[in-house]
């Protein structure tokens, strides 16, 4: 499925090889279980708690065990079969990490989670237990194509629609399908998990895409692959197109397939040929983009070895700067950050 | 600093000094906004006939058709928020006017008309 993110208007739909089937269309009717597609979710819950998770914070991606009541023990097993210790939190969903997922869902509450995938256009209700948080859950991939539109359109919620009028034969209008938005997040935090799945992309398990896309788009997504890899999902965006990839057989034997191996360059094919706007995120008022020297997750400039740029929510990036902090450095930043508000001073008074 | 500025904007050259200073090209005249796409400006002008009309649908699918080709477009979402108060659609109208806002930027003017459509519509609503 292919949607433009800010209308939510359908603008592809391919249910099968058959593309004139009448019959089942797996695009809009096949729920399938979604793994990491609902990771998402989970982190965008958390990151909306500034004060507790920023995309440094680090998660312990340790051997995770859950215990309830009736039910045997749920021991989620990471995709490569290691555990990866602690890992800064926008690494943990890069990587698509099922441990330091699975413990930072259930420390905010799978009913948080629950709650943030409904407000972001999910109907379906779900299975209010941990092994939902890494997507023992089905949807279709228009349910995941609505899940995602909210994100992409920076949390302003419009519901898909493939009609926008119907009319008599002379033109004259029926029955409208108007245009319809809601704000289902404040800005902030989708800035953050736009900038986590621009990650899974640049430096994740969606790195892929290098040889479809060029990284000055800065596609965000996620891969998901599910149980004896049955399905391969990869749900992503750009500045313009929002699209959804599910493969797999209807009879759901393992297809041998992964999100990255098979899904992503199905992706990456139809986006490089549709000619994609980069993403841009409108900036938000709450957000400051910080330099963070990785050693040591401090305050770090643009000259630290391997420092990263990121945002934070206002008052939640680290104080304390890093001894890689150069008074050279720190001048130069001083510097730039001058030369920025000079120029959108310039541009708010005379113009773009 | 203003000298650093006006290099910043690329619009005018420093005069230089010496006996025969030489001309300086003039600044461009300070624009109030971005200028529209013919198409873009002309779907605007077609909604503004309508809504003062009372062709409030007409107008709404003009702005759509508009966003179409300008998605990011604050005046643009901020023209459907007014069509919407106007229809009493007062909740697509706050949040209209939010989703412009998102497209503001720094422009305060934009922004207090927003928020001016935002009071009206949960006024409207209590």
Same mark, same amino acid.
């Given at each position: 499925?292919?949607?433009?993110?800010?209308?939510?208007?359908?603008?592809?739909?391919?249910?099968?090889?058959?593309?004139?089937?009448?019959?089942?269309?797996?695009? $809009? =009717?096949?729920?399938?279980?979604?793994?990491?597609?609902?990771?998402?979710?989970?982190?965008?819950?958390? *990151?909306?708690?500034?004060?507790?998770?920023? *995309?440094?914070?680090?998660?312990?991606?340790?051997?995770?065990?859950?215990?309830?009541?009736?039910?045997?023990?749920?021991?989620?097993?990471?995709?490569?079969?290691?555990?990866?210790?602690?890992?800064?939190?926008?690494?943990?969903?890069?990587?698509?990490?099922?441990?330091?997922?699975?413990?930072?869902?259930? +420390?905010?509450?799978?009913?948080?989670?629950?709650?943030?995938?409904?407000?972001?256009?999910?109907?379906?209700?779900?299975?209010?237990?941990?092994?939902?948080?890494?997507?023992?859950?089905?949807?279709?991939?228009?349910?995941?194509?609505?899940?995602?539109?909210?994100?992409?359109?920076?949390?302003?919620?419009?519901?898909?629609? %493939?009609?926008?009028?119907?009319?008599?034969?002379?033109?004259?209008?029926?029955?409208?399908?108007?245009?319809?938005?809601?704000? %289902?997040?404040?800005? +902030?935090?989708?800035? $953050?998990?736009?900038?986590?799945?621009?990650?899974?992309?640049?430096?994740?398990?969606?790195?892929? $895409?290098?040889?479809?896309?060029?990284? +000055?788009?800065?596609?965000?997504?996620?891969?998901?692959?599910?149980?004896?890899?049955? =399905?391969?999902?990869?749900?992503?965006?750009?500045?313009?197109?929002?699209?959804?990839?599910?493969?797999?057989?209807? =009879?759901?034997?393992?297809?041998?397939?992964?999100?990255?191996?098979?899904?992503?360059?199905?992706?990456?094919?139809?986006?490089?040929?549709?000619?994609?706007?980069?993403?841009?995120?409108?900036? %938000?008022?709450?957000?400051?983009?910080?330099?963070?020297?990785?050693?040591?997750? *401090?305050?770090?400039?643009?000259?630290?070895?391997?420092?990263?740029?990121?945002?934070?929510?206002?008052?939640?990036?680290?104080?304390?700067?890093?001894?890689?902090?150069?008074?050279?450095?720190?001048?130069?930043?001083?510097?730039?950050?001058?030369?920025?508000?000079?120029?959108?001073?310039?541009?708010?008074?005379?113009?773009? | 600093?203003?000298?650093?500025?006006?290099?910043?904007?690329?619009?005018? #050259?420093?005069? @230089?000094?010496?006996?025969?200073?030489?001309?300086?090209?003039?600044? /461009?005249? /300070?624009?109030?906004? /971005?200028? @529209?796409?013919?198409?873009?400006?002309?779907?605007?002008? #077609?909604?503004?006939?309508?809504?003062?009309?009372?062709?409030?649908?007409?107008?709404?699918?003009?702005?759509?058709?508009?966003?179409?080709?300008?998605?990011?477009?604050?005046?643009?979402?901020?023209?459907?928020?007014?069509?919407?108060?106007?229809?009493?659609?007062?909740?697509?109208? @706050? #949040?209209?006017?939010?989703?412009?806002?998102?497209?503001?930027?720094?422009?305060?003017?934009?922004?207090?008309?927003?928020?001016?459509?935002?009071?009206?519509?949960?006024?409207?609503?209590?």
């Amino acid at each position: 499925m292919i949607t433009d993110p800010s209308s939510g208007e359908v603008q592809a739909l391919v249910g099968g090889k058959d593309a004139r089937f009448r019959g089942f269309n797996r695009a $809009l =009717d096949a729920a399938r279980p979604i793994g990491s597609l609902l990771k998402p979710a989970v982190y965008l819950t958390a *990151l909306a708690e500034p004060a507790r998770y920023t *995309l440094i914070t680090p998660l312990d991606d340790g051997p995770f065990v859950w215990k309830s009541r009736g039910a045997p023990d749920w021991e989620p097993q990471n995709y490569d079969k290691k555990f990866h210790g602690r890992v800064p939190l926008r690494v943990a969903l890069a990587q698509s990490y099922n441990a330091a997922t699975a413990r930072l869902g259930t +420390e905010i509450g799978v009913e948080r989670v629950l709650d943030t995938v409904k407000k972001l256009g999910v109907e379906r209700e779900l299975s209010p237990f941990a092994s939902t948080l890494l997507g023992a859950a089905e949807m279709s991939p228009l349910e995941v194509a609505q899940m995602y539109q909210t994100i992409a359109a920076g949390g302003f919620r419009s519901p898909l629609r %493939a009609i926008r009028e119907v009319t008599t034969q002379e033109g004259r209008p029926l029955q409208r399908y108007p245009l319809k938005v809601e704000q %289902a997040f404040p800005p +902030e935090p989708m800035v $953050l998990i736009t900038a986590a799945m621009q990650g899974v992309v640049r430096e994740g398990t969606a790195q892929g $895409l290098k040889g479809f896309l060029a990284p +000055e788009i800065g596609a965000a997504g996620k891969t998901g692959t599910t149980d004896e890899q049955r =399905d391969a999902w990869f749900a992503g965006f750009t500045g313009d197109r929002l699209a959804v990839v599910w493969l797999g057989y209807d =009879d759901n034997r393992a297809a041998r397939l992964s999100g990255a191996s098979a899904a992503l360059p199905v992706w990456g094919d139809i986006m490089a040929a549709l000619l994609p706007l980069p993403l841009e995120l409108p900036p %938000a008022e709450g957000i400051e983009q910080v330099w963070i020297d990785p050693q040591n997750n *401090l305050r770090g400039d643009s000259q630290c070895a391997g420092a990263v740029q990121l945002p934070f929510a206002q008052g939640s990036a680290p104080q304390d700067r890093s001894p890689c902090v150069s008074v050279a450095g720190a001048v130069a930043d001083t510097v730039d950050t001058t030369v920025k508000k000079a120029k959108s001073w310039w541009e708010r008074i005379f113009g773009r | 600093m203003i000298l650093l500025l006006l290099n910043l904007g690329g619009c005018a #050259s420093v005069p @230089e000094q010496g006996p025969a200073p030489a001309p300086v090209e003039p600044a /461009p005249p /300070p624009s109030v906004g /971005p200028r @529209e796409n013919i198409a873009v400006a002309g779907l605007m002008e #077609s909604a503004r006939t309508d809504a003062g009309a009372g062709r409030l649908p007409a107008a709404a699918a003009s702005l759509e058709r508009a966003l179409r080709i300008e998605p990011r477009n604050p005046r643009l979402w901020q023209q459907l928020a007014r069509v919407r108060l106007q229809q009493a659609d007062y909740a697509q109208a @706050e #949040s209209l006017a939010a989703r412009s806002n998102s497209f503001a930027g720094g422009d305060a003017a934009l922004r207090a008309e927003n928020q001016r459509i935002i009071d009206e519509a949960r006024a409207a609503r209590r």
